[in-house]
């Protein structure tokens, strides 16, 4: 059974920086594309980041240069390193897999909030 888990969501400041985490189990981050999409209030879900198997990352043009996707294989987990965070950051982030048996797993969500 898939099951991811996101933590490191919170409200932060203007500018501030904030460090998610999304911890896998019945899956290995390591042979799937794995990705972070996030869903502000009263709009669509929308991607953020996503990383390959080999390591390749690609970004939405909205977070290019403030954003860092990364995987860490002992942990088995993917995180996403945001700075310089603006209002236009808030929403509900999640992370997703795609597993050996081609289907889209998701974990819960963590809200992050950005606002003085």
């Known amino acids: 059974q898939v099951q991811l888990v996101e933590s490191g969501g919170g409200l932060v400041q203007p500018g501030g920086s904030l460090r998610l985490s999304c911890a896998a189990s019945?899956?290995?981050?390591?042979?799937?594309?794995s990705g972070w999409y996030r869903q502000a209030p009263g709009k669509q879900r929308e991607f953020v980041a996503s990383?390959?198997?080999?390591?390749?990352?690609n970004y939405a043009d909205s977070v290019k240069g403030r954003f860092t996707i990364s995987r860490d294989n002992a942990k088995n987990t993917v995180y996403l390193q945001m700075s310089s965070l603006k209002p236009e950051d808030t929403a509900v982030y999640y992370c997703?897999?795609?597993?050996?048996?081609?289907?889209?797993?998701w974990g819960q969500g963590t809200q992050v909030t950005v606002s003085s």
């Open positions: 019945g899956t290995i981050f390591s042979m799937n594309l």
């Open positions: 990383i390959t198997s080999g390591g390749n990352t």
């Open positions: 997703n897999t795609r597993h050996k048996d081609n289907r889209l797993y």
